[in-house]
């Protein structure tokens, strides 16, 4: 009887354990390059190591498995969050905003450290929950490869509208991945008569996001650092070029 062929290994485990810390550099001992297994590690301002883990995207018929890493700032121990957010400030310097707009829900996170560390004393919420003196003109949908639907209403309040028009501002999120979220308020805070000098996220993920943004905003998004969509091979998972 012929033999059964191996299962391929999933590499992939719960989070709980991960955003937790950084590493020193020259502590790190494991390999930096692929095959990940589990997490993938990335170097953060050529000091430190942040292992992120690998999660599985929902499978397609016919497609080999597909991942990404994954940043969840909410879940992250605060000394990650405060180290990703003065480096994401240290970004935003170079665009020289005015006032940081910050996304939900896991770009909040970071906004205010990033207004922190630019010397501003407060930064612009955008919100999802629509408070009764909201008006539909200052709002816009989106969506987010991460919550799958037909999409959401993100607002900015009436009151928090003289802090972006006619200011040159910088959005600040957790990551880009699609860029549908930060394309549609990019247009919304244009459309409001914001200066938008650009966008500034923790981790830029693939590739996908410069499509839908176009080179010339794409040029103005920065990044801590970037990861790659992956692709299971025997062996592990391997970046993959979408």
């Known amino acids: 009887m012929a033999e059964a062929p191996k ?23 494991a390999p930096l390059q692929p ?10 301002a050529r000091r430190h ?18 991942a990404l890493a994954s940043l969840i700032a909410n879940q992250a121990s605060m000394d990650v969050v405060d180290s990703l957010a003065r480096e994401m400030g240290a970004l935003a310097a170079a665009l020289q ?21 630019l010397g501003h004393t407060r930064w612009v919420p955008m919100g999802y929950s629509r408070k009764f003196w909201y008006t539909e003109e200052l ?3 989106v969506r987010s490869i991460t919550t799958p639907g037909q999409g959401k209403a993100i607002y900015l309040d009436p009151n928090q509208l003289p ?30 008569g914001a200066d938008v000098a650009g966008a500034v996220v923790a981790m830029r993920q693939g590739e996908r996001w410069r499509r839908h943004l176009g080179a010339e905003r794409s040029a103005h998004v920065l990044g801590v650092f970037d990861t790659p969509q992956l692709e299971l091979h025997e062996d ?7």
């Open 236 to 242: 592990g998972w391997w970046p993959t070029s979408t």
């Open 49 to 66: 190591v942040l292992v992120l883990p690998i999660r599985r995207l929902p499978l397609q018929a016919g497609q080999t498995a597909q």
């Open 139 to 141: 709002s816009t949908m």
């Open 7 to 29: 299962a391929q290994a999933d590499w992939t485990e719960a989070t709980t354990a991960y955003w937790q810390a950084l590493v020193p550099l020259e502590a790190w001992t």
């Open 97 to 117: 905003p005015s006032f940081v707009v910050g996304l939900p829900t896991l770009g909040m996170a970071f906004a205010p450290g990033v207004a922190r560390a």
């Open 163 to 192: 802090l972006v028009q006619g200011q040159r501002v910088v959005i600040v999120d957790d990551v880009v991945s699609s860029a549908q979220t930060l394309a549609s308020v990019w247009d919304l805070l244009q459309h409001l």
């Open 35 to 44: 095959p990940y297994r589990h997490g993938l590690p990335v170097v953060i």
